[in-house]
């Protein structure tokens, strides 16, 4: 690990106001992954900023019936909240999917959704891969593409985002609150949150330097059936081979969000239109234009035989 200088926020101001100063600065509160990261000389803060004392652990409703979620709350307690378990639980089902207890207890609702791929050769810093050195070239394609992308990935980089929790926000149409470094606040939608890699990879989100997420909102409940689905090759600590969220109504109509498939959490809204004419209708605009390897090939079928297991799970 490279040596870094650190200093604790006392004020959600101070601290975007410090990001924005160090041109090298990392938030940091659970570090579940960040710190791994630092460890393999992946990430190279040159100044970390511990926010754990900010103000920003509470689970509160909005006035008109959305619920706001602070930055800090870790993954634990959101998922054991008793308004997620009513009324959002495919949020809860999704956390409880996702790591361990452990770790669970530790990471963070902002820091789930800016963790960064498990790709072996992003971890790997003996092997090329563009989001560690832009224009170093991605050892994934060509090589071992198991656990990659089949849609929205580019002659750059085809690596997957691991979060469980960011594809159930995506299913919700959550809203992410930040503030910069000059003050300033703004609301960005999950769906525009991450990118696609493009050209540029190793531009993940749409934040701008020294910008702090503050909240997660969630609008007002849908209702329905809620199911989360990860499909893994073992039980409990591994990321998803897929998995597919689902909010089912008792007309039929519903949402689709899949993770494991994509750079970002993937949901196809013309897809949904498609669901009372049935999975295999609904599979071609979800998944128009996957390109697969023959490692992940599987992945289209498997997307296939799990939605349709989950939508029969939620309709009962």
Request: charged residues 25%.
């Amino acid at each position: 690990m490279k040596p870094f200088s650190y200093e604790r926020a006392e004020t959600v101001e101070q601290a975007a106001a410090s990001a924005e100063r160090n041109p090298n600065a990392r938030f940091v509160a659970g570090g579940t992954n960040l710190l791994d990261l630092m460890k393999l000389q992946i990430e190279t803060p040159s100044h970390l900023i511990d926010v754990n004392k900010l103000a920003l652990y509470k689970i509160e409703p909005t006035p008109d019936g959305a619920l706001r979620i602070g930055a800090l709350v870790r993954n634990t307690d959101l998922a054991a909240n008793e308004r997620i378990r009513r009324d959002y639980a495919v949020l809860s089902r999704a956390l409880l999917a996702g790591a361990n207890g452990q770790l669970r207890n530790q990471a963070t609702t902002a820091g789930n959704l800016l963790q960064r791929t498990r790709c072996p050769y992003f971890y790997d810093t003996n092997m090329p891969c563009n989001k560690r050195k832009p224009g170093g070239g991605c050892s994934a394609i060509g090589g071992f593409t198991r656990h990659h992308a089949i849609i929205g990935a580019s002659d750059a980089c085809i690596a997957t985002h691991p979060s469980d929790m960011a594809v159930a926000l995506r299913l919700l149409d959550a809203t992410v609150e930040t503030v910069r470094g000059d003050g300033t606040k703004r609301t960005i939608p999950v769906a525009d949150f991450h990118r696609l890699p493009g050209d540029t990879p190793h531009i993940e989100t749409v934040l701008e330097k020294g910008e702090l997420i503050t909240a997660v909102v969630l609008p007002r409940p849908l209702g329905g059936v809620h199911v989360y689905r990860k499909v893994r090759d073992r039980a409990s600590f591994a990321f998803a081979l897929i998995s597919v969220a689902v909010v089912v109504q008792r007309d039929g109509a519903g949402r689709i969000a899949l993770g494991g498939v994509a750079h970002k959490p993937w949901r196809v809204e013309a897809a949904e239109a498609e669901l009372p004419r049935g999975v295999k209708s609904v599979m071609e605009p979800l998944l128009a234009g996957a390109r697969t390897t023959q490692d992940n090939a599987f992945k289209r079928p498997l997307v296939q035989r799990t939605l349709a297991s989950v939508l029969a799970e939620a309709k009962g």
